[in-house]
């Protein structure tokens, strides 16, 4: 019961529902009873009515009574049936059991309607004195009269009975349509991902609702301006570590080459080794935060095979060293829509990735498909692949898996995700062998909006 209230607090849309619906089971249940009230007094007034009109007419057509044995009248309801007598004597009527015999109405009841027990039976009785001088007495049982009347009395509610449910269901239909816009709108929000804070629609909300999404827009806003101003902050961090280590590099460089002891030498190279580490993490991140700058770029239409090979040209070297076998699978090229290198420093990260996690000997396969409408590019390695728990772990900056001796900076699947947000491509983990659960096969599938016209091709 607790819980009922608590949700009741709580849910606007509850509320309402209750509340209407309480009005509307008590106005039913009212004009329900009123309904019934006067349908009864109307049916027994009318009843009293059929009373007199039998006496006026017995009395107008000057009719004289008998009183027949009693016979049965198919479908004659003897019970409602206005039975029409002289007021005799009640001690002569009494003891006799011939049933069409006049009843024992007491001889002193005076003109008029009134109810009497007679017999053990309840009965509506009028009296009235005819034009001759007789006293007639027109009477119905009661019981049947209460039947009848509140036969009346339950057709006239019914209206309000069938009333009931229909508004109900009207009232819940419409309340659940009220609330439907704000329902869409936690959908929409929720489908969005971290980056998307531009402004919520707020045009074809209701007015009540609209204010809180205006005041949830300025916050929407304020959000994705420090974000932009953190984001400047570490890119020109980055930028201004740039150069001193660029200076650090050659430095050391110029220190490799010069006369020294063994063991300064061996000291050397390890503070290369860390000068060059902190070189390639500060490119990644100036690399993060310019794929997740939201400035426009100018859109070509790039291909995909060219993009390819300007990587591997890039990387051939790294590959060579560890004699892994990479390649374009691929025999047809495809046109995208896309900045050209956003491109590349997508496929570059990925493609790096999987020479670094390749092990001596591996291979490595990129191809480019065009299904209708959709453009995808894989990179399949022979590698280690990544376990299904960590497939979005993975995409958070700074996060390695444990277990791999590769340097690096944990940044280049963040810069992935980051491009792949902006352009409005989808990234997909899986196993180049699905079977044996082993090497990463990486699938960009990029959409419509980013498909050339194959005729351009
Ligand atoms: N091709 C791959 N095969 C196996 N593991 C991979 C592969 N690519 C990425 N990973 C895993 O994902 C982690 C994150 O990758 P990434 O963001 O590029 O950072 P980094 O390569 O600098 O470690 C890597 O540390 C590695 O554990
Ligand atoms: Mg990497």
Known sequence: MDGFKKLLRDSVQLRLSMTLSLAILIVALMAGIFAFVSAINEAHEMQDDTLRQVAVLFDRQQMTLHYPAAQEVEGDNEESRVIVQYLIDGSQAIGHDDSSMPLPFPTTLANGLSTQNVAGEDFRVLVRTTSRGE??????????????????????????????????????????????????LSAEIDQRDDQALYPVDERHLPTEIRPFVVAINRLLARVALSMENQ???????????????????????????????????????PLSRGIERSRNLI??????????SNTDRLQTAVSVHAVYRRVLEDLLPLAERKHIDIGVESIEDVQVIINEMDLLILVKNLVDNAIRYTPQGGRIDLSVERIQET?????????????????????????RSLGTDET??????SIVKAIAERTGARVQLGFSNEAQQSGLRVSISLQKANAADPAHD
């Not at 036969?151 to 819940?172: D, K, M, N, Q, T």
């Not at 001193?244 to 063991?263: F, G, I, K, V, Y």
């Open 135 to 184: 006293r007639i007495v027109v009477a119905q049982e009661t019981d049947a009269r209460n039947k009848e009347a509140r036969e009346s009395a339950w057709r006239s509610s019914l209206p309000f009975l069938i009333l009931f449910p229909v508004l109900l269901l009207v009232v819940g239909d419409l309340v659940r349509k009220l609330f439907r816009p704000i329902a869409t």
């Open 408 to 413: 690096g900076s944990g940044l280049g699947l």
């Open 283 to 292: 490119h990644q991140l100036l690399a993060l935060a310019a794929a997740q």
């Open 231 to 269: 984001r400047r902050f570490i890119a020109d961090a980055a930028h201004e570590l740039r150069s001193p280590m660029a200076a650090l590099s050659l430095q050391a460089e110029r220190l490799a080459a010069t006369q020294m002891p063994e063991p300064a030498r061996q000291r050397l190279l």
């Open 375 to 399: 453009t995808i590019l894989r990179i399949k390695d022979s590698g280690p692949g990544i376990v299904v728990d960590e497939h979005t772990r993975v995409f958070d900056p700074f996060y």
